[in-house]
């Protein structure tokens, strides 16, 4: 069972405070899969430097890096010394309190420089206990992840260690990269090294409200994530080990607050088994900014890592990224 942080775990990613701009409607193309590049020889150090963490994660699934920023940086550090000052664990701030820059992403990110939307992702932790890296533990989570494949333009940093751990990742302004009939898949295809298990504390959960599985571990996170505009829904999602036995998997459910996610996911009921090569086979629909609904049948494979627990989720985490009206 993979440790669970009691005394202080917190982490999040804001929605966007913006809509984005709008999206070539679907032109008719089948969807597939984006090209993964693989891991260029992935650096465990870069743990230690979130951004540089989140760029390599996007390199390997085929995407570019976001840019660095100064100014989106500030707001980020701004955000920092707010959670430590205040005690605080979330993404609003309130006017009057030590610290206070803006009560929301977007205002903070203003203060420094002029922004088209914004979002960020954070964590907080606290206690005798830390995880080995809070950028990792952000990515496992599978709604962060998203935040991660976005078509974010820049990005800033803070990592506050003072008292407690606070990692904050501020994000500004798009910049498409996605083609209106691509997904991002990670575990991507071909990948040789996914972790196997991951600890359900991220809020709203991916299991479901009152799923009972709130702090278990759990399989590694499967998930689908699209463009800015994009609207994703699993019908079904088959995963099979290499014997082709059928591994329960949860399709995130999604509701009303959920209808501008740019990522559906499905979690393993049971953390995975290592060194195994899995097969997934997911059906769904697409939307983008207009209300056809383009159906996609994917299909692609990964293998665990032969050593390693798994991406230990210790955070209770939040994130929506709406799609433009």
């Known amino acids: 069972m993979a440790l669970v942080v009691v005394l202080a775990a917190g982490g999040c990613a804001s929605s966007r405070q913006a809509a984005t701009p709008a999206a070539v409607p679907y032109t008719g193309l089948p969807i597939s899969l984006h090209p993964a590049s693989g891991p260029h020889g992935f650096d465990a150090s870069l743990t230690g430097n979130p951004l540089s963490y989140i760029n390599a994660r996007r390199a390997e699934v085929g995407l570019p890096p976001i840019a660095s920023d100064a100014a989106v940086a500030a707001a980020a550090r701004a955000h920092a010394q707010y959670l430590r000052l205040n005690g605080a664990r979330g993404h609003d701030e309130i006017a009057g ?79 498409p990269v996605l083609k209106d009939a691509e997904l991002i898949a990670y575990p991507y295809d071909g990948q040789a090294d996914a972790p196997s298990s991951w600890v359900d504390i991220e809020q709203p959960d991916p299991m479901g409200a009152n799923s009972g599985y709130g702090g278990a571990e759990v399989g590694y996170p499967i998930t689908l994530s699209g463009g800015p505009n994009a609207h994703i829904v699993l019908t079904s999602l088959s995963l099979t080990d290499a014997a082709g036995k059928r591994v329960a998997c949860r399709i995130a459910p999604v509701g009303i607050a959920d209808t501008g996610r740019n990522t559906a996911v499905c979690t393993p009921l049971q953390p995975l088994a290592r060194g195994m090569r899995y097969g997934v086979h997911a059906v769904g629909v697409l939307t983008q900014a207009s209300p056809v609904k383009a159906p996609f049948d994917l299909q692609w494979t990964f293998s665990t890592a032969n050593s390693g627990g798994g991406a230990m989720g210790q955070m209770l985490t939040r994130n929506g990224l709406p799609r433009t009206p």
Do not use: N
């Not at 954070?122 to 990792?136: K, N, R």
């Open 97 to 175: 309190t030590q610290g206070f820059t803006g009560v929301d992403v977007t205002t903070r990110v203003r203060v420094h420089t002029p922004v088209y939307g914004a979002s960020e992702v954070l964590a907080v932790f606290g206690g005798f206990e830390q995880p080995s890296s809070a950028i990792a533990e952000i990515f496992a989570a599978p709604y962060h992840r998203g935040a991660v494949f976005f078509d974010w333009a820049r990005a800033g940093e803070a990592v506050d260690v003072q008292k407690e751990g606070i990692t904050v990742v501020d994000f500004a302004d798009i910049a």
